[in-house]
């Protein structure tokens, strides 16, 4: 059975500081990966996707970049957090292409003081 | 791009009623609508989606009415219970060449014993 990984679970950082997010995906084999971005109480907004190692295309331009080094890992990073990053992270996956089912991972709860 | 609008944002019902949450997409071409359903501090959960080629489809007490012509999609939960307290999203893909999925700003629904 497929699993979804994500690291870490929560992270509180400062203004300024990077960021490196970490999302894995076991028992499939060249998914396609997703990064989403909540703000607390607020809706979904997909920021990243990748159909294959070392390919993302980035939907939403948030000061954020993301990187695909193997097939089954996607990584989610930036230099220089803002305050606006705050807010639940989820990675998620498909086997097929955007009219596929999405399935998210558990999620990454990031506060930015 | 597309855009997809929720409503109601607050539903409270008594428990044994019926819910109906309705969404509606822009893009004439989009073709799959799913349904999320997120409890507090969790990631969402797929609960139902439906496919362009289809206009109703049920599931455990679920049931998704697709009307293509009004660019309308909704969700009706039957027999309601507090377990179904939740936030729910509803969703349609993107087909402008990008894989994306534009989420509605979801709906706080509240069963009442």
């Known amino acids: 059975a497929q699993t979804i990984h994500q690291w870490p679970v929560a992270e509180i950082k400062a203004v300024g500081s990077p960021l490196s997010l970490g999302c894995t995906i076991k028992?499939?084999?060249?998914?396609?990966l997703y990064w989403y971005w909540q703000a607390t109480g607020g809706t979904l907004q997909q920021l990243f996707y990748?159909?294959?190692?070392?390919?993302v295309e980035s939907v939403v331009q948030l000061n954020l970049s993301a990187s695909r080094p193997k097939d089954d890992q996607f990584i989610l990073s930036t230099e220089k957090l803002l305050l606006s990053h705050s807010g639940f992270y989820l990675c998620a996956w498909s086997l097929g292409g955007v009219q596929d089912t999405q399935y998210f991972g558990p999620g990454t709860r990031l506060l930015v003081l | 791009g597309e855009q997809v609008e929720q409503l109601p944002s607050i539903l409270r019902v008594q428990e044994g009623s019926s819910a109906s949450i309705n969404c509606t997409y822009e893009n004439s071409a989009s073709n799959y609508f799913p349904w999320y359903k997120q409890e507090p501090g969790e990631n969402p959960k797929l609960i139902i989606d439906?496919?362009?080629?289809?206009e109703r489809k049920q599931t455990q007490g679920l049931i998704v009415l697709l009307d293509k012509k009004a660019k309308r999609f909704s969700l009706h939960i039957t027999d309601t219970q507090p377990g179904d307290s939740a936030m729910y999203f509803c969703a349609a893909s993107e087909t402008s060449g990008s894989w994306q999925l534009i989420f509605g700003s979801g709906t706080q629904l509240t069963v009442m014993p």
């Open positions: 028992g499939k084999s060249s998914p396609n």
């Open positions: 439906i496919r362009s080629n289809m």
């Open positions: 990748s159909i294959t190692v070392g390919q």
